[in-house]
């Protein structure tokens, strides 16, 4: 099996201050794997920095969802595909949809319920939603790879699966920071313990429980 990324001997920081050092870890194609450890063990310095090695692969879904408030739910999903398109393409499409446009977004917000809020500007959703719209552009890039950093943790569980079920579907190869281990347990195929600056445990989600992951969450 190829793999999607591969770190040995890898330090990952900001402004000059070392937050994970990784020995040696591998992710291979069509993986579903969740990250977990408490608030500031660097999963999210992890999710960067595996951006940073395939960007062009990559449909990321950041922790803040990086979403233009003032535009509506189906400019946000289009711009998963703004790379696609020339300038002047982009620039027409935000004044004046395309109906191709219009039923390929509408399709992926109807997945994830929002199909009644597809012109409503974000800054008028609730956090729910703005996090599953965040996941439509994701859907909508349709890369090889989903990084996504805690993209339920503002869902309710029933929607939780749903939109997790959603990435699986279109993403082969699936790496995702969340906070819900119980959830992580149930949708991944590997978990991929944080603790103290360091990857402490990295082992197939079958047969593990919440509370073998509870130390990882002790101060």
Known sequence: M???FALRDVTIGYGGRPV??????????????????????GKSSLLRYLHGLAPGRVALIPQDGALVRALSVFHN???G???RHPLWYNLWTL????????AGVRRIAAALGLEDKLFEPVETLSGGQQQRTAVGRALFNGGD????????SAVD?????????ALAEVHHTVVLAMHDVELALAFSDRIIGLCDGAVVLDLPSAGLTPEALAPLYRS
């Open 77 to 79: 999903i289009y711009m």
């Open 145 to 152: 790879i989903v990084l996504g950093d805690e993209p339920v």
């Open 2 to 4: 190829n793999a999607a």
């Open 157 to 165: 569980p029933h929607q939780a699966r749903s939109v997790l079920a």
């Open 81 to 83: 595909q703004l790379d």
């Open 95 to 102: 004044v004046r949809p395309g109906r191709a446009e219009v």
């Open 20 to 41: 994970l050092s990784v020995s040696g870890l591998t992710i291979s194609d069509g993986e579903r794997v969740a990250v977990v450890g408490r608030s500031g063990a």
